[in-house]
């Protein structure tokens, strides 16, 4: 599935999802809507909260070791691979 699909579904979703519970709020008054929508709203914080932590301190897919690049063929112009460069690096 291409990443267009998996947007479009996932707007999607989120879009039925948004008009059942605003079909379900209206279906059950503003004073349990609004109960229904804290416990919602924290569930989605927390799930939130939890994604933010793991994108952080997660392994990224660039951290792997014994990655080796090469480049064949023939070059028109500068080719510069490395990692952890430190100070200036001066092209030309």
Known sequence: MSRRWVGITGAGICL?????LAV???????????????VV??????????????AAFGKSEGDSEGVRNEVNGTVHGTVVQGKD???PINLG
């Open 41 to 54: 709203g924290a569930i989605v914080g927390l799930v939130g909260l939890g994604v933010a932590v793991f």
């Open 16 to 20: 039925v999802a948004v008009g059942g």
């Open 85 to 87: 460069f430190h100070g």
């Open 24 to 38: 379900y709020f209206v279906a059950v008054g503003l004073e349990r809507a609004d109960k229904v929508a804290s």
